[in-house]
Nanobody, 114 residues
Framework: QVQLVESGGGLVQTGGSLRLSCAASGAWYSINTMDWYRQAPGKERELVAT?????STDYADSVKGRFTISRARNTASLQMNNLKPDDTAVYYC??????????WGRGTQVTVSS
């Protein structure tokens, strides 16, 4: 099993930056891909950024050039720059493992004020 805990959310003004972190425990060594999702009120959860074990990354069009996903051992990070009110959401860390399938964190709130 893989357990995930997010941190780093908060309130920031438009144009500001935040860095989210996701700490994996348990069978973190079996993780193949780590992702960041977000869900805004009244909207479906959407994939924001993904990173494979080989280091390949992909981003939603809405965050390209502003967000950067990275990973070091059992920790994944999401650097978010030039934040906009539309980025307001609960951000979830997710991991896919060959041993335990997909795991989710509980989420961290990001609020961007205009």
């Amino acid at each position: 099993q893989v357990q995930l805990v997010e941190s780093g959310g908060g309130l920031v003004q438009t144009g500001g930056s935040l860095r989210l972190s996701c700490a994996a425990s348990g069978a973190w060594y079996s993780i193949n891909t780590m992702d960041w999702y977000r869900q805004a009120p009244g909207k479906e959860r959407e994939l924001v950024a993904t990173m494979t074990s080989g280091g390949s990354t992909d981003y939603a069009d809405s965050v390209k050039g502003r967000f950067t996903i990275s990973r070091a051992r059992n920790t994944a990070s999401l650097q978010m720059n030039n934040l906009k009110p539309d980025d307001t959401a609960v951000y979830y860390c997710s991991a896919r493992s060959g041993l335990s399938g997909r795991s989710w964190g509980r989420g961290t709130q990001v609020t961007v004020s205009s």
